[in-house]
């Protein structure tokens, strides 16, 4: 298989300027994937932003049905390309190819319904007042833009930043993560198939430093410090990650050139299951639903709260499921596996930090709460029952294959089990009541909620959380507004008419 692991700037392939490069592992086998990943440095950084502050003008200006027209073109070679993409991504993240397809072909319908929106981000007109004034607001694009994105969903992540961006006429540079740099890096060839000039697009690579110099904020020892220079050509921030590292996106934002800033931060989101619930039905979703990335989703509902009269029956059906599931976990490269590995060795000790912690606390494991096998990242899917409401395991985002089971007597102890959270990104209800199911999420703390359904992002809708989920939204029309800004401009028509 061919890998590309150069930078791609200003529509080339390059290498690191310093030579740096990292190495993949298989998080299947431990095998040496590729040790030459290029890590861009500061001087290439600032090369890819001079790139698109080059090209941002012309792209600007380009007709909104010809910028529309080069992005259906990605999108279509995105799904000519799925295979070879998909491949790559189940490589280097351990993503089961068939998932992997799914979060390829999904980003080419981003990338669609964006290019939809090329040349009709329509402005406002107001009638004169009554000393003759005019008034117009146009809404123009930001300029330089920048993406850093998560591993567990890169290619959605990236549809979800650039399609709006490039829609608005803006440029763009793309960090990719560390753990999942391969198929994004791939992208290249196809930006330039599909006809965007050089500079309008860029890609590069590294860890957390690299998006540091973007955002100017450094990783050292799990303590985010801001750097002592700041990029000051870069006019937004799209970031995907966590809260503390979000905190200080933030922070460098405001103390650079008050960069515009949206953040997708995380969650530790509750399912609220209700006594008429369908059961195989909230059992599908708590189980092989939430287990398709091995719980390494965001919005994946990690915390079952559980009506006491269905309890009983729940618990007994997912410690079966997980159970199965356990059997259907393997070589991610196979079409018939349906989970796979962690992501790598650091994502996966961090996992298994969190299920040690809760055996030394006594917590009780329902289901797993080990490595699976001997060699690769994978571990075994895992619920806890009943931990406490402080307990790590309950209260933070673990990102791997686990979930928590806690009962309830009524709905206003599950909605305050259920908002008893810093994050508020998504939440599902289960329930056969309609009234109950929306007066619920109407109730409910976060920015998606889901009834009787789990993962119901749509293209067409925003997504994004409350409290420290983030700030901003990606996807939907609404994600436009995030790179763009409005100019009001005001006519004098008395003067006008008289000199006309």
């Known amino acids: 298989m061919s890998i590309q692991t150069n930078l791609f700037i200003n529509g080339e392939y390059?290498?690191?300027?310093?030579?740096?490069?990292?190495?993949?592992?298989?998080?299947?086998?431990?095998?040496?994937?590729?040790?030459?990943?290029?890590?861009?440095?500061?001087?290439?950084?600032?090369?890819?932003?001079?790139?698109?502050?080059?090209?941002?003008?012309?792209?600007?200006?380009?007709?909104?049905?010809?910028?529309?027209?080069?992005?259906?073109?990605?999108?279509?070679?995105?799904?000519?390309?799925?295979d070879k993409l998909a491949k790559l991504e189940s490589t280097a993240m351990g993503q089961p190819i068939s998932v992997a397809k799914k979060f390829i072909l999904a980003p080419a319908m981003i990338w669609k319904y964006y290019a939809g929106f090329a040349g009709k981000v329509a402005g406002e007109s107001f009638p004169p007042d009554e000393d003759g004034t005019y008034k117009i607001v146009q809404y123009e694009p930001l300029g330089v833009c920048a993406g850093i994105c998560a591993w567990n969903g890169s290619h959605v992540l990236a549809a979800w930043k650039m399609g709006p961006a490039m829609a608005t006429g803006n440029t763009f540079i793309l960090k990719s993560s560390e753990k999942s740099p391969l198929a994004l890096a791939a992208y290249g060839d196809l930006i330039n198939e599909a006809g965007f000039p050089p500079g309008v697009i860029n890609i590069i690579t590294g860890a957390g430093p690299v998006g540091a110099m973007l955002a100017r904020y450094v990783l050292s020892c799990k303590v985010y410090r801001?750097?002592?220079?700041?990029?000051?050509?870069?006019?937004?921030?799209?970031?995907?990650?966590?809260?503390?590292?979000?905190?200080?996106?933030?922070?460098?934002?405001?103390?650079?050139?008050?960069?515009?800033?949206?953040?997708?931060?995380?969650?530790?989101?509750?399912?609220l299951v209700f006594d008429d619930a369908d059961l195989d039905n909230v059992v599908e979703h708590t189980s092989v639903s939430?287990?398709?990335?091995?719980?390494?989703?965001?919005?994946?509902?990690?915390?079952?709260?559980?009506?006491?009269?269905?309890a009983s029956k729940y618990i007994e059906a997912i410690k079966t499921a997980f159970e199965n599931a356990d059997k259907k976990m393997g070589d991610p490269s196979l079409e018939d596996t349906a989970f796979g590995p962690l992501a790598d060795k650091a994502q996966f000790e961090r996992v298994m930090g969190f299920?040690?912690?809760?055996?030394?606390?006594?917590?009780?494991?329902?289901?797993?709460?080990?490595?699976?096998?001997?060699?690769?990242?994978?571990?075994?899917?895992?619920?806890?029952?009943?931990?406490?409401?402080?307990?790590?395991?309950?209260?933070?985002?673990?990102?791997?294959?686990?979930?928590?089971?806690k009962t309830f007597k009524t709905e206003e102890e599950a909605l305050d089990m259920a908002n008893d959270t810093t994050y508020g990104l998504g939440s599902t209800?289960?329930?056969?009541?309609?009234?109950?199911?929306?007066?619920?999420?109407?109730?409910?703390?976060?920015?998606?909620?889901?009834?009787?359904?789990?993962?119901?992002?749509?293209?067409?809708?925003?997504?994004?959380?409350?409290?420290?989920?983030?700030?901003?939204?990606?996807?939907?029309?609404?994600?436009?507004?995030?790179?763009?800004?409005?100019?009001?401009?005001h006519i004098n028509m008395n003067l006008v008419s008289k000199k006309a």
């Not at 040690?356 to 289901?367: P, T």
């Not at 797993?368 to 395991?393: E, H, M, W, Y």
């Open 14 to 82: 390059v290498p690191s300027s310093k030579g740096e490069t990292l190495s993949i592992y298989s998080p299947n086998d431990d095998s040496l994937v590729t040790d030459k990943v290029q890590v861009a440095s500061e001087a290439d950084v600032d090369r890819a932003v001079d790139a698109a502050k080059a090209a941002f003008p012309k792209w600007r200006d380009t007709a909104g049905h010809k910028r529309a027209a080069i992005m259906y073109k990605f999108a279509d070679l995105l799904e000519k390309n799925v």
């Open 226 to 271: 801001s750097r002592a220079f700041y990029h000051m050509k870069i006019a937004k921030i799209a970031f995907t990650g966590s809260a503390t590292a979000g905190r200080a996106v933030m922070a460098a934002a405001a103390k650079s050139n008050l960069k515009h800033v949206s953040l997708e931060l995380g969650g530790k989101s509750p399912a």
């Open 290 to 310: 939430f287990l398709r990335n091995s719980g390494q989703i965001c919005f994946a509902s990690s915390r079952v709260l559980v009506q006491e009269g269905i």
């Open 355 to 405: 299920l040690n912690d809760g055996k030394a606390e006594g917590v009780q494991f329902l289901a797993g709460g080990a490595r699976k096998g001997d060699k690769g990242t994978f571990v075994q899917p895992t619920v806890i029952l009943n931990p406490d409401l402080k307990s790590k395991v309950y209260t933070d985002e673990i990102f791997g294959p686990v979930i928590s089971v």
């Open 429 to 489: 209800v289960y329930t056969n009541d309609i009234a109950r199911a929306l007066r619920v999420a109407g109730k409910i703390e976060a920015g998606t909620v889901g009834i009787n359904s789990a993962f119901n992002t749509s293209v067409q809708t925003p997504f994004g959380g409350f409290k420290q989920s983030g700030i901003g939204r990606e996807s939907g029309k609404e994600a436009l507004n995030e790179y763009l800004q409005p100019k009001t401009i």
